[in-house]
């Protein structure tokens, strides 16, 4: 399979070097596509640096900071034009560990569409997590599976692969939320198409070095999509 890694970028000039190493590390045929939305921090010229020396990498510069979704929906958009066969998300503050996608990638070997790095399968954990704010996300979890009628325990997981061609059918251009929302919607929509969902445990770990970008309004919009989504979607099927 031809894989594409796409990592997401804001400054992260402190991780940006040893998350490609660990990528090429763990998957030294894979090919890693850097999308920085003009980092001030010079994220994008040391992607370009270390790509230089370990092969396979691609730096794409955004002209501004436009989002999380928006920084997927132009990786994946080049990964389809370059005919790759899965693209991959990861976070790129190595809060993903890269030695995992070995056993996400041969979960899409198998024949999955979707497999989710999850933090809530037997043998995932988030060790680093406070409590109630573990409970928090376990429960926004439970209620996006529920009221979206979905068999998925870690939808705003943002360490996943998906099958190109799978890509290719959900109409990933139209996702416009960003954060959780985006993860949500698009395992929503693999779902609504027919996709076969795998999850595969990991251990998901706060990020070291860097200030994280999440914030209070990405999981309110989450929320508030995910409520909007299914009142939708049941109107429609009532009206059929």
């Not at 796409?6 to 045929?29: D, K």
């Not at 034009?81 to 503050?93: N, P």
């Not at 809060?95 to 399968?121: Q, T």
């Amino acid at each position: 399979m031809r894989v594409l890694v796409v990592l997401p970028t804001y400054q992260e000039s402190a991780n940006i070097e040893e998350v490609l190493r660990r990528v090429r590390g763990a998957v030294p045929s894979a090919s890693v596509l850097v999308v920085d939305d003009s980092s001030p921090d010079g994220t994008a010229d040391i992607a370009q640096q270390i790509g230089h020396e370990i092969g396979l990498v691609e730096v794409l510069r955004r002209p501004s900071k436009s989002g999380l979704g928006s920084a997927y929906r132009d990786g994946f958009r080049r990964g389809l034009t370059d005919g790759f066969d899965v693209l991959v998300e990861m976070d790129s503050d190595l809060s993903h560990d890269p030695a995992a996608l070995p056993v996400l990638l041969a979960a899409i070997d198998e024949g999955s569409d979707l497999v989710i790095g999850s933090r809530y399968v037997p043998g995932g954990s988030i060790p680093d997590w406070s409590w109630h704010r573990r409970a928090l996300s376990r429960w926004g979890n439970r209620y996006a599976a529920l009221v979206l009628g979905m068999d998925v325990a870690d939808a705003t997981s943002g360490y996943r692969a998906y099958r190109s061609e799978t890509i290719a059918k959900v109409d990933f251009h139209t996702v416009k939320a960003d954060g959780y929302g985006f993860q949500i919607e698009m395992a929503y929509r693999v779902v609504t198409v027919g996709g076969l969902v795998a999850e595969v445990p990991i251990s998901f770990t706060d990020r070291l070095r860097g200030t994280s970008k999440m914030s209070g309004r990405i999981v309110v919009e989450a929320l508030i999509l995910v409520t909007w989504w299914g009142i939708r979607d049941r109107l429609l099927r009532l009206r059929r």
